[in-house]
């Protein structure tokens, strides 16, 4: 596993103030895509702002757009979000905290994050390429030098061949795996990295309690 090495001016230090939560009776859409030959469904595209915060009233990222990717949460906000949006759409919740501990029910149906395993299997798509969708990251990802320095709109590159966006560059992605709590898993490239950061099968990791403006996260649900 590679060092990280991150600007420190891409670090979310910034003050969240709670707003009110979602009326449980609103919509909440989701694009799901049942990943073939598994056991488990994954989000189309990354959490978008918008979709994080109709579920957890607020939005910590620092390059705004509702349908930008959600950036600057932590591992653990992710986690809260996953359980959050379980329980507003009635399914069971997945994790459960204790301190800095998270335990995971393998067996609940709620939302979760992808192993690095599940991520990187989504991300090949079926596909014998280097990027998530093809060779060229340009038509696939928003990296270094396609992005100018910010997240784009999900979606506005083409997609995989399991039909899922963004998965090479626009923001790195959160994954359930750590070899200690103080550190977690993450994947898929993003718009500060260069092209070799960026293939399918590069992994690194971050502190888990510290968002900044490179990570966040998609979310998939064990299915039967």
């Known amino acids: 596993m590679k060092n990280l090495s991150i600007k420190i001016a891409a670090m979310c230090f910034m003050a969240i103030i709670a707003c009110p939560c979602v009326m449980a009776d609103e919509k909440i859409d989701l694009d799901?895509?049942?990943?073939?030959g598994k056991n488990f469904?994954?989000?189309r595209t990354e959490v978008t702002q918008e979709l994080y915060e109709s579920v957890m009233g607020v939005n910590p990222s620092i390059l705004k757009g509702d349908?930008?990717?959600v950036e600057c949460v932590s591992?653990?906000?992710a986690i809260e979000f996953c359980n959050e949006l379980s329980k507003k759409l009635g399914y069971e919740l997945v994790y459960t905290k204790s301190g800095n501990s998270v335990a995971q029910n393998v067996n609940a149906n709620g939302f979760r994050l992808p192993t690095v395993e599940e991520w990187q299997f989504a991300a090949r798509g079926g596909q014998n390429f280097c990027y998530s969708g093809s060779d060229n990251l340009d038509s696939v990802g928003w990296y270094l030098s396609n992005s100018k320095s910010k997240t784009h709109p999900v979606a506005q590159k083409k997609n995989n061949g399991y039909k899922l966006y963004d998965m090479s560059g626009n923001a790195c992605e959160w994954c359930w795996d750590s070899d200690c709590d103080e550190y977690r898993s993450f994947c898929g490239g993003c718009w500060e990295y260069d092209a070799e950061s960026c293939k399918v099968d590069e992994k690194n990791r971050w502190y888990a309690s510290i968002g900044i403006s490179i990570i966040g996260f998609r979310i998939v649900r064990t299915t039967k």
Request: charge should be negative.
């Open 32 to 36: 799901m895509v049942k990943i073939p």
């Open 75 to 77: 591992w653990y906000d």
């Open 67 to 69: 349908v930008f990717p």
């Open 41 to 43: 469904e994954m989000l």
